[in-house]
């Protein structure tokens, strides 16, 4: 059988693109700012990624730490040796109190031991020194390197010698920060760092003598599910120790880029979605503007089949150069975005542009593409060659209701399979591309049924209007009427434009509540003013006088965070004693010291998980505990606890679990393990942990004035690492913000293409109004009637809709969505002037047309 | 569906036979009877004016003979095959092998080169390996209604006048047994209409076609050996004439063709 052949169908579709290059130029627009918001948000954001997870990783100086109660037995160290032959690295830290003395003084002094191999400690974040020099140096043989309270509390300088143990040591450099300060433990008294040799050579480490020992281990890859599988593989040989990964390290962090991720995974997908709402518009303008090519071949004998082979040919030409278009300038995103950044935020994300993303990005744009222009595609069966004929082509009135009804039920089969077609379509680009599978899935299906809801809304919305219309039709001035009237014109795609521009604005709406909600968070985790200096064992008459000393110091900032802590023994956990206990991944020794503090109300940076937390002037033994502990210990909201807290006899404490809390690690509360109300406590003795922020260089000023006045309160630096948290946060707000902005910037570019893409089938109406005597003005005015009502319409289903999905994914996410009146209603003025100058721009053009041009061409 | 559509043609069955056929369409709310009970046989090689006012229904009558839309009732049988109740695919088919259709505004692709326009239906229709032959009679087409130097120009480029007869050329390609011309000379000047006119029979007369012309034109209608008057839907007057024109006799300006 003969049939158009594919040469015939490329010269006819590319003909047809090229006598309609402006057009074309929309649709191309729209499939290339997808597919470069798609390849641009997705490279640049999992670059990103990358990068700060290195840096969050130097918080814990490691990928996952081990924290030993014991010494591992000689099969575990084997398996430990069996870990490190497959590429992953590992290395002892060891950390104990000890007594150090000037070599030529006898007044002892507390000091924080901690020894490491400096050949391999840190895998992740420097040691910083002063002298500046490499850790190596400072540290083995003789050298070790000190904190600055030691020198001052021991009036020593750098290159002066101590005793420690048996060792005399020389300090050789002066410890600034170290990347896993705020992980380690918060021990008392000043730092020395040293090698494990230079320990052993104290001879400080006997057996029975309280050090504590983290393995520190490193894998040759970056990702997150080899983290999760050594993790378990931990757990498994060291059943006794505390293995944590650095995700868990930083809450804060990971909690931020794990959000982060999900909604940028969400912003590119939007934009690719927009793309192809805008090529289908465009589509479909187009193929109703070839309706009378389509009708003239099939009355020459083309069947359907021929003719969709050239309008296939050229949305496949069309994907194809948007993706080519689209790929290009999402790697120029790529590539120019980390340089604005590096100014910025003064870090480089490290870039790889894989010829696997450009080669995805290039199949999106062209498989979005043929989806969505599968819809107006399949119309194409249904384009009757009568149409030369009779313009009406309302369809038989078919007597049998039945044959009416079957006709119609065809058709539409055809377009229902066509949207499940795209409905699949989308979930497998979706769950391909997409970090995270969830928000894949969970958009694909809320893409549809939003959509299908659009739709409905739109039909039953234009229905009201053309009702409301009917009746006021007298009573309404010529301008409002044919402006209205437009809407629901036969042939005017209202219900299809009000459907993609609502979906747009909800789309583009749901980024910026979402993003926006992030960063609000997000600001909340990098005040300036979160404590990065900690105060270790203030006692109860020191802590007035500490309080007073620290609101004089000009270099503290913010609040004061003063928590008092009460050492504590676990006796029963529901009824059950301490011994007989199944602890998970827990030491039955832990029990032994649990810090306890007491709060009046829910601390800042904590988030109850479940159950309630308890308002001031509780009177029942109350206790709130981590997530993390909750599991270790097995116990829930209505669990009971039996504490031991110190006292002649034991003074034994019964307290409810009422919440199961997560706190963002930022603040002093976090340093205790369990939370409970004032009442239950109060009474008991306590000392006092302090959390103040001091300028990040003026530290060692705070320090020598608290030694001055309370020489046994020690002071933790981790500003440094606090610094580092900080930097990451912002850094991903601003991404977020970035990512967020330019994928509304797109939305907005295709919505407005739409939007214009129908404007150039109204040639005709111009021309007729104007023969009639209309005058520009004149028209202008009906067609920002029509636009403005248009986008009214659609920006209210839009925002209704995309405040509902602000709503569902920020609950996912476990962020608070609260009604941005403002923004809404900004955003609702902002879609209607929208339309309406986009309308006016499309239209320009048209509008200054001679109508003696136009009629010739008809 | 009433008809065998695979029925075989007989030498004494007529080239069109139209039997009580119904047309009624739904605009908007209320259904339009357009027509209502035609029944009329055209014989091969006759030429027949359907003429009639604007809204009579004759436009209705032409689409449902080319298949271009299905009636609501009646059927339309084209040398043998009942075409009514066709698949759409199937009927392009027969379309395409039947008829040659002239509009009243050309209807060419604008995408398309005159001599491509002419070639589409044979390119649609004719087996691949005939394409060569093809375009070679296409080229002869085109010289033969005058435009053989304009096959390159796209229909932007040419007049209405020559646009009509490009779509000529384009109605005779495939040497269909039947050519149905809808108000053929409708959008053109005197001058013009009656160039349109006299290509349209000369080409008619040589190709031996059956040639049915919808038209409101008495001057036009004057031409046909046939009248059907159509008013309401309905045929009122089927009056058979005696032709004389010299022209169809003496022409000899144009070609043979192949």
Do not use: C
Request: aromatic residues 4%.
């Amino acid at each position: 059988m003969a049939a158009l052949s594919w040469t015939t169908a490329a010269r006819i579709a590319s003909r047809e693109l090229r006598s309609s290059r402006g057009k074309f130029f929309f649709v191309i627009l729209s499939v290339a700012i997808g597919v470069a918001a798609l390849t641009g948000v997705r490279g640049f954001s999992s670059a990103f990624r990358r990068t700060l997870m290195v840096r969050a990783r130097s918080i814990l100086a490691a990928d996952l730490s081990a924290r030993m109660f014991q010494q591992p037995d000689a099969l575990q160290v084997a398996q430990l040796h069996a870990i490190s032959s497959n590429g992953v690295r590992m290395t002892p830290v060891t950390e104990m109190s000890g007594m150090a003395t000037a070599y030529n003084s006898l007044d002892p002094l507390l000091v924080s031991l901690k020894a490491i191999d400096p050949s391999a400690y840190p895998f992740y974040g420097t040691v910083d020194l002063q002298p500046a020099m490499p850790l190596q140096q400072a540290v083995g043989g003789d050298n070790v390197a000190v904190g600055e309270d030691l020198l001052i509390r021991l009036k020593l300088h750098v290159g002066d010698r101590i005793q420690l143990g048996d060792a005399v040591l020389h300090v050789a450099a002066l410890v600034l920060s170290e990347p896993d300060r705020l992980s380690g433990s918060f021990a008392a008294g000043p730092r020395i760092l040293m090698t494990l040799q230079q320990l052993e050579s104290t001879h400080l480490l006997a057996p029975g003598s309280r050090a504590g020992q983290r393995y520190l281990f490193q894998l040759p890859t970056r990702d997150d599910r080899t983290v999760a599988k050594l993790k378990t593989q931990l757990e498994g040989i060291l059943p006794e120790a505390q293995v944590t990964d650095y995700r868990e390290t930083n809450p804060a962090v990971t909690m931020a880029l794990d959000r982060a991720t999900g909604i940028l995974s969400l912003v590119s997908l939007v934009a690719l979605v927009l793309g192809a709402v805008g090529v289908a518009m465009a589509m479909r303008t187009h193929l109703l503007q070839r309706m009378d090519s389509i009708a003239i071949m099939k009355s020459m004998g083309a069947r359907s089949s021929h003719v969709l082979r050239i309008y296939l040919i050229q949305t496949l030409l069309l994907g194809l150069a948007g993706g080519v278009l689209g790929v290009a300038l999402g790697v120029g995103v790529q590539l120019l975005l980390p340089l604005l950044l590096a100014k910025l935020l003064g870090i480089t994300p490290e870039l790889h542009i894989a010829a696997s993303a450009i080669v995805a990005g290039l199949a999106t744009g062209l498989l979005t593409t043929l989806l969505f222009t599968m819809p107006p595609l399949l119309d194409i069966r249904n384009v009757r060659p009568i149409l030369i004929l009779r313009r009406t082509v309302e369809d038989n009135a078919d007597d049998s209701a039945i044959g009416g009804l079957m006709a119609k039920v065809r058709r539409s089969g055809a377009q229902i399979v066509a949207g499940i077609v795209i409905a699949a379509g989308i979930t497998l680009i979706a769950t391909t591309l997409s970090d995270s599978k969830d928000v894949g899935r969970v958009f694909a299906l809320g893409l549809g049924g939003v959509l299908l809801v659009l739709v409905i809304t739109s039909t039953v919305v234009l229905a009201l209007l053309r009702r409301l219309l009917n009746r006021t039709r007298g009573s309404l001035r010529p301008v409002v009427r044919h402006g209205l009237a437009n809407l629901y014109r036969p042939g005017n795609p209202s219900a299809a434009l009000l459907a993609a521009v609502g979906l747009g604005v909800m789309q583009i709406a749901a980024v910026f509540f979402l993003s926006h909600a992030l960063v609000k968070e997000l600001n909340l985790s990098t005040q300036p003013t979160l404590p990065n200096v900690f105060l270790i064992d203030v006692s109860p008459s020191e802590i007035d006088g500490v309080r007073a000393l620290l609101a004089k110091q000009p270099t503290v900032h913010g609040t004061v965070e003063i928590l008092p802590v009460i050492s504590s023994r676990i006796l029963k956990v529901d009824g059950t004693p301490a011994a007989q206990l199944k602890l998970q991944n827990y030491p039955k020794r832990m029990l032994q010291t649990a810090s306890l503090t007491w709060v009046d109300e829910m601390p800042p940076g904590t988030r109850v998980v479940k159950g309630i937390f308890w308002h001031t002037g509780e009177q029942h033994a109350q206790v709130a505990i981590g997530e993390r502990m909750a599991e270790r210990l097995h116990v829930g909201v209505g669990s009971r606890i039996l504490f031991a807290a110190p006292g002649a006899p034991d003074h034994p404490v019964d307290a409810e679990v009422t919440a199961i809390i997560k706190s963002d690690g930022q603040h002093v509360w976090s340093r205790a393990e369990f939370l409970l109300n004032r009442s239950a406590l109060a009474s008991l003795p306590m000392v006092y942990y302090g959390g103040v922020h001091a300028d990040m260089d003026r530290v060692g000023e705070l320090q020598r004035e608290l030694f001055a006045k309370y020489p046994t309160v020690t002071v933790v630096n981790v500003a440094q690492a606090m610094e580092t948290l900080r930097n990451v946060l912002q850094q991903v707000s601003l991404v977020v913000q970035f990512l967020a902005g330019f994928s509304i910037f797109a939305g907005l570019v295709i919505l407005a293409s739409a939007i214009a893409g129908t404007r150039y089938r109204r040639i005709r109406e111009v021309v007729v109004l104007k023969t009639l005597g209309a005058t520009r003005s004149r028209i202008a005015a009906i067609f920002s009637i029509e636009f403005a009502t248009l986008g009214l319409i659609a920006g209210f289903v839009g925002l209704v809709f995309a405040n509902l999905t602000a709503r569902v994914v920020l609950r996912q996410l476990d962020l608070d969505y609260h009604f941005l009146a403002l923004a809404n209603l900004l955003s609702l003025l902002g879609v209607a002037a929208l339309t309406v100058v986009t309308g006016w721009l499309a239209s320009f053009r048209v509008l200054g047309q001679k109508p003696l041009e136009v009629l010739r061409e008809e | 569906m009433s008809a065998n559509p695979e029925h075989t043609l007989t030498p004494a069955e007529p080239s069109i036979r139209v039997s009580d056929l119904t047309k009624s369409i739904r605009n908007g709310t209320r259904t339009v009877q357009i027509l209502r009970g035609i029944s009329f046989d055209v014989a091969a090689g006759e030429f027949v004016a359907i003429v009639g006012s604007s809204g009579s229904g004759k436009s209705t009558l032409l689409g449902l003979l080319a298949g271009l839309d299905t009636p609501t009732t009646g059927s339309v049988t084209l040398d043998g095959t009942a075409i009514s109740y066709l698949p759409e695919d199937r009927l392009a088919e027969v379309r395409g092998r039947l008829i040659g259709f002239v509009f009243q505004s050309y209807q060419l692709i604008p995408t398309l080169t005159a001599l491509e326009n002419v070639l589409l239906p044979h390119e649609l229709n004719a087996p691949a390996k005939e394409q060569a032959a093809g375009l070679q009679r296409a080229k002869e087409l085109l010289a033969a209604v005058g435009l053989a130097e304009r096959g390159d120009h796209y229909p932007v480029q040419l007049s209405g006048g020559e646009q009509q007869r490009v779509a000529l050329a384009r109605a005779f390609i495939l040497r269909p047994p039947i050519v149905l011309a809808d108000e053929p000379t409708g959008n053109l000047d005197s001058k013009n209409g009656e160039q349109v006119m006299q290509l349209l029979l000369d080409l008619n007369r040589r190709e031996g076609t059956t040639l049915v012309l919808v038209t409101h034109d008495p001057a036009v209608a004057a031409h046909a050996g046939r009248i059907l008057t159509v008013r309401d839907g309905e045929v009122v007057h089927d009056e058979r004439r005696v032709v004389h024109d010299e022209r169809r006799q003496t022409d000899t300006t144009l070609p043979e063709l192949v």
